[in-house]
């Protein structure tokens, strides 16, 4: 028999939108049922929710876990400055296990801010849906692959074997996608390949795309389109893609995302740090194009936070449109929930409250005084609210974080291995 808890008492964000008094019904991973009038609910274990706010935890549509190692290692730099003079000289030194803690610093972090799925790309990924797998988080992954020598066959056979080897692995919590990193890194007969790959394991794509400025102006000379339109020559939007970033876009480029259904990773706080730019957002959204926010890696953000890039998703798209109704509160809390869910494909599972749908759920505590006086809580939760409110989060109905404390990872230990390893790593 499945193990059934019940949330008593708590707001719950509910699938329509509004917040109301409400008890949540959880059996085994899926919530049975949300509502406030049930009365003959048995339940193994009950929480008490009062003055407590439940929301769909937060879905991190792109980050880089490990690169916690780098955190505060180089900062205030351009993109390819960063990458090339002190990101990828770095990495270069990374092992598995040095990914597998610096994972977990990444997991910690994630959970003790609401985040209960994130979508990673990166190097050593078994060791990264080891450290999901122990964790009891849900995570997206794709290897990431640069088709440049030495390393280009071998990133195509890894992401095939992770592929089959992790798909749907860890109670279904971790899924897997094809990585390719990115136009200046992939050249087209390399995308191509992906492109195959991805045909024949029917797996979706993860990139980066339109970035900087100067991605399209490189990618405009050697190509003679924009990143978007090369990538839809070259069949890649065909597969199923989630985008990071897309700062720098065409009218042409957003049709054309919108044809292909091309699924955006928003990372507001990294493209302020590198200076890359302001994604349109607003126009994005005016498309029909669905998106969803990410931290991007620690190194660039510095924080894995999504409370924070909520604010900034909504912040930021008042500037650039110069007008306060772009991406209000309720819209920028759907991006970093349902619309993450969907643009990870994982739509109709999870970022929703609703009976159906997987038990990952974050519990905010009310009782700071930010949290006074009371006119709109979706309005407190994302210009209000902080991180060190999150008090309780579940993934597939089981607690990983209760009253603030961690319930599967040793964080003394997890901070120390990556202590260790990070000044390894950049002496
Ligand atoms: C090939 S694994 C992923 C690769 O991406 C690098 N990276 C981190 N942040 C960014 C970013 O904002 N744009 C492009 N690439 C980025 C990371 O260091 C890894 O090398
Ligand atoms: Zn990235």
């Not at 002190?86 to 270069?92: D, G, L, M, T, V």
């Not at 990133?155 to 200046?184: C, D, K, Q």
């Not at 259904?261 to 493209?271: L, Y």
């Not at 109905?397 to 260790?420: F, M, Q, S």
Request: aromatic share 6%; hydrophobic share 45%.
């Amino acid at each position: 028999m499945a193990k059934t808890l019940l949330l008593k008492n708590a707001y719950v964000w509910g699938a329509d939108g509004t917040i109301t008094k409400s008890d949540i019904a959880i059996s085994g991973s899926e919530i049975a049922w949300v509502g406030s009038e049930k009365q003959d609910w048995q339940a193994d274990h009950v929480i008490d929710c009062t003055d407590k706010l439940a929301i769909p935890g937060f879905v991190n549509t792109h980050t880089h876990a490990a690169m916690t190692l780098f955190r505060s290692y180089a900062d205030d730099m351009a993109l390819m400055d960063w990458l090339q003079n002190k990101i990828w000289p770095a990495e270069r030194k990374l092992t598995a296990e040095d990914v597998y803690w610096g994972s977990m610093l990444a997991i910690v972090e994630m959970i003790k801010t609401g985040t209960t799925t994130f979508a990673d790309m990166y190097f050593f990924m078994p060791e990264v849906a080891q450290a999901a797998a122990d964790s009891g988080i849900r995570a997206v992954l794709s290897r990431g692959m640069a088709g440049v020598a030495p390393t280009a066959e071998q990133a195509l056979h890894e992401s095939e074997v992770l592929f089959r080897e992790w798909h749907n692995a860890a109670e279904g919590r971790i899924t897997v996608m094809l990585g390719p990193h990115a136009p200046y890194t992939c050249p087209p007969a390399y995308l191509r390949r992906v492109v195959e790959l991805a045909g024949r394991l029917k797996a979706e794509i993860h990139i980066h795309l339109s970035e900087t400025a100067g991605e399209v102006e490189t990618c405009l000379k050697e190509h003679g389109k924009t990143p978007i339109a090369l990538m839809n020559e070259l069949g890649v939007l065909d597969c199923g893609v989630l985008a990071a970033h897309c700062v720098h876009l065409t009218e042409e480029d957003i049709a054309i995302m919108a044809r292909k259904k091309v699924r955006v990773a928003h990372n507001p706080g990294s493209n302020m740090k590198l200076a890359s730019g302001i994604a349109p957002v607003h126009e994005l959204l005016s498309a029909g194009i669905c998106v969803g926010l990410g931290t991007d890696g620690a190194a660039s953000n510095n924080n894995l936070d999504m409370l924070e890039e909520m604010r900034l998703a909504a912040l930021l798209a008042k500037v650039r449109n110069n007008d306060p109704l772009a991406v209000p509160a309720a819209t920028a809390l759907d991006m970093a929930t349902r619309r993450g869910a969907e643009a990870l494909g994982l739509g109709g599972s999870i970022g929703v409250l609703a009976a159906g749908y997987k038990a990952d759920i974050t519990l905010l505590s009310l009782q700071g005084p930010h949290w006074h006086p009371r006119h709109d809580l979706v309005s407190l939760l994302v210009y209000a609210a902080q991180s060190g409110d999150v008090d309780t989060v579940m993934v597939n109905g089981r607690i990983l974080l209760e009253k603030g404390n961690l319930t599967t990872i040793d964080e003394e230990r997890v901070k120390y291995e990556a202590a260790r390893r990070s000044m390894r790593l950049t002496r």
